[in-house]
C-alpha cells in the first residue's frame, strides 16, 4: 500500500543518516589549485587527521596539505555533525558555527559564523546525488552579499573549497593569484572512493607549457565572458567538436560539426565560474583553452 512504502522511503532514508558521519578519520578531500603567476593547475588535499573534545564536543580534525599555505587558524578545522547539521569552530568567538544544515530545504536558511561576520545562507535547489549507491542530499545554496551559487553534497561538503573562510569571507572576495576551482577526488570508509571529473588521476599537474603542446592557437574575446564570445582559432577546422566543461570536469556544452576558424558561443546554461574549452576532431585533441564568465 501507499502507507507502507512512505513508511518504507523514510525507513531507508533514516538507516543512511543514521550511517553517515561527516569527516570520519582518512576522509579526503582533493581540490583543484589554480595558479596564475605562472600559470599551473596543481592540487591540494584535506585531510580528517583525528580528532579531539572542544566544549564536550567530539569534533573531527581537518587539516590542509598542499597550496596555498597560510597559517595554522585557516589550514585546520575542528568539525562535528548532529541530526544532519555540521558545525565548525570558530576560534575568534570561542563557540561553535553552523557550516551545513542539510535538513532545510528550498526557501529555508541558516546563519554561518565567520570570524565575527553573520552571514545567511539560503538554500535555492535541493537534489539527490547517488555515490557508490548513497542518495546523499545535494543543495545549491547562495550567501548574502554573493553572486553565485554555490554546491554542497551531504557526507562531502562544498565541491569548490572546502574551507569555510574562503567561501564566505567578510570583507568579499579577494584575489592573490591561487585559489581553488574544484573538487577532484574525495574518499572515507564510509561511502568510499568517488572521482567528480574527468581525469582518471586525481593528483595531476598542468602547467602552461603541457597545454602548449600541440596546441591550437585558441584566442576568446571577450575573456571574462558576460554574454557572449568570439572565438578565433589558428587553423581552418574540419568537422571539428567543441566542448566545454566546469571546473569539476563536467561537460556542459558540446557544439558538433565546426568548420572554418572562427565561432561564437554564449554563456546560456553557464553561471559565473571558470571553464574549459576543447576542440577535438577524428584525430584527437587540437587544443585547449580556459576562460572564466562574470555575472554583470
Known amino acids: ?35 596564475l603567476l605562472p600559470w599551473v593547475s596543481i592540487y591540494n588535499e584535506w585531510i580528517s587527521i583525528g580528532d579531539t573534545s572542544i566544549q564536550n564536543k567530539t569534533c573531527q580534525i581537518i587539516q590542509r596539505f598542499g597550496e596555498p599555505t ?15 547539521v555540521v558545525y565548525f569552530f570558530n576560534f575568534f568567538n570561542n563557540d561553535f558555527s553552523v557550516l551545513f544544515d542539510f535538513n532545510k530545504e528550498v526557501g529555508e536558511s541558516w546563519i554561518t ?10 538554500v535555492d535547489s535541493t537534489g539527490i546525488e547517488m555515490i557508490n549507491g548513497f542518495a ?13 551559487s554555490h554546491k554542497i553534497i551531504e557526507q562531502i561538503g562544498f565541491l569548490d573549497d572546502f574551507s569555510p573562510y574562503d567561501q564566505f569571507l567578510c570583507t568579499g572576495s579577494m584575489f592573490d593569484g591561487t585559489y581553488a576551482v574544484g573538487i ?10 568517488h572521482n567528480f571529473q574527468a581525469q582518471i588521476d586525481c593528483h595531476y599537474v598542468h602547467s602552461s607549457k603541457d597545454l602548449a603542446k600541440n596546441q591550437i592557437d585558441i584566442k576568446i574575446s571577450p575573456n571574462p565572458i558576460y554574454d557572449k564570445a ?9 568537422n571539428a567538436n567543441c566542448m566545454i566543461y566546469n571546473s569539476l570536469g563536467q561537460e556542459l556544452k558540446h557544439i558538433t ?31 585547449t583553452q580556459r576562460f572564466v564568465v562574470f555575472d554583470r
Open 70 to 84: 597560510v597559517d595554522d587558524f585557516t589550514n585546520r578545522y575542528y568539525v562535528y555533525d548532529e541530526a544532519r
Open 257 to 287: 560539426n565546426i568548420w572554418g576558424n572562427q565561432l561564437q558561443i554564449d554563456r546560456v546554461g553557464l553561471s559565473a565560474g571558470h571553464y574549459y574549452m576543447h576542440f577535438r576532431d577524428k584525430s584527437g585533441i587540437l587544443g
Open 184 to 193: 577532484r577526488c574525495y574518499t572515507d570508509t564510509i561511502i568510499g572512493f
Open 113 to 122: 559564523i565567520v570570524d565575527s561576520c553573520e552571514i545567511a545562507i539560503t
Open 1 to 35: 500500500s501507499l502507507l507502507i512504502s512512505v513508511f518504507l522511503v523514510f525507513l531507508f532514508q533514516n538507516t543512511r543518516a543514521q550511517e553517515l558521519k561527516f569527516a570520519p578519520t582518512g576522509a579526503t578531500w582533493t581540490h583543484s589549485i589554480q595558479m
Open 136 to 148: 546523499l542530499k545535494s543543495m545549491f545554496i547562495t550567501r548574502a552579499g554573493s553572486d553565485g
Open 230 to 238: 568570439n572565438i578565433e582559432l589558428g587553423e581552418s577546422l574540419r
